[in-house]
Structures are given as C-alpha cells and as structure tokens.
C-alpha cells in the first residue's frame, strides 16, 4: 500500500515555510538546519511528487500556482499540529502570547492588562511589541492585534474597533480652532505611518478641498507623534480609541467633535487553523466589553 506521505514531514514543513516566507534562511532556522538542507528537502521532494513546487526566479524561489493553492491546507496543518502537541503536553493555558504595535500597547493596551489579568489569573499576557508582522503560525505566538482592512492572508481577523476617527490637540492649541477652516493657521502634524485620511476628514465636515492645512513637524513613529500633540505641536488625526485616555485625562481635546468612519480599525488577527484555546476566547470576551467601554466611557472635555 502506498504511503499517504510520499515525502518526509520535515520536507513538507520546509516546503510550507518556504511558499509561506519566500526565503529559504526561515525555514533553515526554524527547522534547526542548515540552508543547503533545506535546499535539499524542496529538490527531493519535486523529485518524489514528480512536479515542481517552486518556480526560480531572479527575486527567489516562488511557489507555483497549485502550491499556493494547497498552502492555506499545510499552514493550517501545522498549526494544528502545534496545538495538539502544546495540549498533550499541558503547557498551552498558562500563557498567552500577543504580538501588537507599539501604539496599540502604549496607548491602549498596556493601562488595561492588568484588568484582564485580574479576571484571568491564571493567564499570562507576554507582549511582544514590534512594527513587524510577525509569522502567526509561529508555536510562540497566539495572537495579534493589527491596523488596516483586515484581509491579511492565512489570518482569522475579527474587528476590535478604531474605526471612528478625527483631529485631536492639546488644549491651548484647540483655542485657536474655533471652525475647520482654522486649520489653514494651525500646525498639523504629520505622521509618516499613519493610514488615516485627512481628505476623508475633510470632505465629511464640508472644508473647501481647495484650503491648504498648515504644515507642522513631521514624525516617522507614531507614538512619537502623539506625543507632539500632547506637547502642543500642533493638530493630529487620531482614531478615537487611541485618543480616549488622553482626551479622558484632559492632554487632549477633540476640538469639533466630527469623527469620520474609516475603512480600517484594529482586529485581532489569528493564524487559520489554530485550535480555540481557553486564554484565546477569554481575551477575545474581554476585548469586546473593554474597547466600547474604553471609547465611549470617557469624560468629555471642552474647550476653554
């Protein structure tokens, strides 16, 4: 009887780390081998299947059309093998481990862990905080939380919030803003990252498309940014529940109180084919209480 596995497990994971990451040096670290091994591990087994798997190119080794097609199946297979592996072994529960931004953390995130930890004990929040997309499929990551439209490919993502957007300043800056069209006078800040539309803003409240803003400093680091605003640097254009704590506690108002709704938001993103653990769909629960409270639950502010 033939083998349902015509080719070696370790073959077939470096194939799938490969069409996954289109590197060969991720799967020869992640494997524990060496490059020229895991070349070998792709030629024997186009040699076995009898088809090419990669296409050679300039840029790198490509994966052919019907290996991308089966790639969702072998990405999810592994996932679920890791799984099964972490459950046998018991060691799964304990900890949660999440990947997010370094806005997410610093100004959502990190002054409310501790309410989730107090309702989840016996669940450990690690944090890895990084502006890279990291692999989800990873045995050491469970979840993330990312910004954009939410079609990342192999991923589950569900919508946190974020969506509702608009400009924010510190108080003595939003004196000088009685109407939109003060914007031509007062510096707005300028985030290199940031995927939020000033045109859409503006376009919703009515501004003349043809005002030009006034031109503040310019920032490649989003937190950094915010922190101009907080400074009194001029005006930002901040989702509503990145702003909520700052405009809460007063560092920040909203000086027209006119959010715009935008395409993208914050989602939790997971890897397709990850069992549904315990600490998973406890932080999920308790994103969706905690987020609509955080947004909607602050103290407004008015100008002076």
Known sequence: MASPFPI???????????????????????????????????????????MELFERTSAGLRPTPGLRAVLPQLTSGFAALQDGLAALKGTDEGVLNLTVGSVFASRWLIWRINKFTALHPDVEVRLNVTATMLDLSRPDVDCGIRYGHGNWAGLNAELIGGTQYQPVCAPPVAKLLKRPEDLAQVPVIQDETTMLSWEAWRAEVGLDPALKLAVGPTYSDA??????????QGVLMMADMMSADAVS?????????????????????TAKGRRETH??????????????????????????
Do not use: C, M
Not at 223 to 232: C, G, N, P, R
């Open 279 to 304: 600490k998973l769909r406890a932080f999920r629960e308790w994103l969706k209480v905690e987020v609509p409270a955080s947004v909607h639950g602050y103290v407004h502010q008015s100008r002076g």
């Open 223 to 232: 937190s950094l940014a915010v922190d101009a605003a907080i400074s009194e």
């Open 249 to 269: 506690d007063g560092r920040l108002v909203r000086p027209f109180e006119q959010p715009v709704e935008g395409p993208q938001g914050y989602y939790l993103v």
């Open 8 to 50: 070696p497990l370790n073959a077939l994971r470096a194939i799938e780390i490969v069409a996954r990451r289109g590197a060969l040096a991720p799967a020869a670290e992640e494997l524990g081998v060496t490059i020229g091994a895991v070349s070998q591990h792709l030629r024997r087994a186009e040699e076995r299947l009898g």
